[in-house]
């Protein structure tokens, strides 16, 4: 089993930034893909990125604003958010996945682990 914990969400204006963590418990190895994932009220769950190996995906809403990195010594993986802006309003969640292969990574189905999720709000 795996347990992932969110933590480093909270408030900011917009044009600020955020890191959030994630640190996983259990028998997580350095090979697991983890994915970012986001959830406003009322709007389905939607991919941010994710990192697989030495390699991280993002989605186009974030390119460019966005950076996934990993501490596997730490088991926890990083989201640093820059630019932010109210759209990215949301709650943010970690997920877990192994033996992931690239073209499934933004689906949220094809993950076994989640964490509980940490709040985001950028106000204007």
């Known amino acids: 089993q795996v347990q992932l914990v969110e933590s480093g969400g909270g408030l900011v204006q917009a044009g600020g930034s955020l890191r959030l963590s994630c640190t996983a418990s259990g028998s997580t190895f350095s090979r697991y893909a983890m994915g970012w994932f986001r959830q406003a009220p009322g709007k389905a769950r939607e991919f941010v990125g994710s990192?697989?190996?030495?390699?991280?995906y993002y989605a186009d809403s974030v390119k460019g604003r966005y950076t996934i990195s990993r501490d596997n010594a730490k088991n926890t993986v990083y989201l640093q958010m820059n630019s932010l802006k109210p759209e990215d309003t949301a709650v943010y969640y970690c997920?877990?996945?192994?033996?992931?292969?690239?073209?499934?990574?933004?689906?949220?189905?094809?993950?076994?682990?989640w964490g509980q999720g940490t709040q985001v709000t950028v106000s204007s």
């Open positions: 990192i697989r190996l030495g390699n991280t």
């Open positions: 997920a877990a996945g192994s033996r992931l292969i690239v073209s499934t990574l933004s689906n949220w189905n094809a993950y076994d682990y």
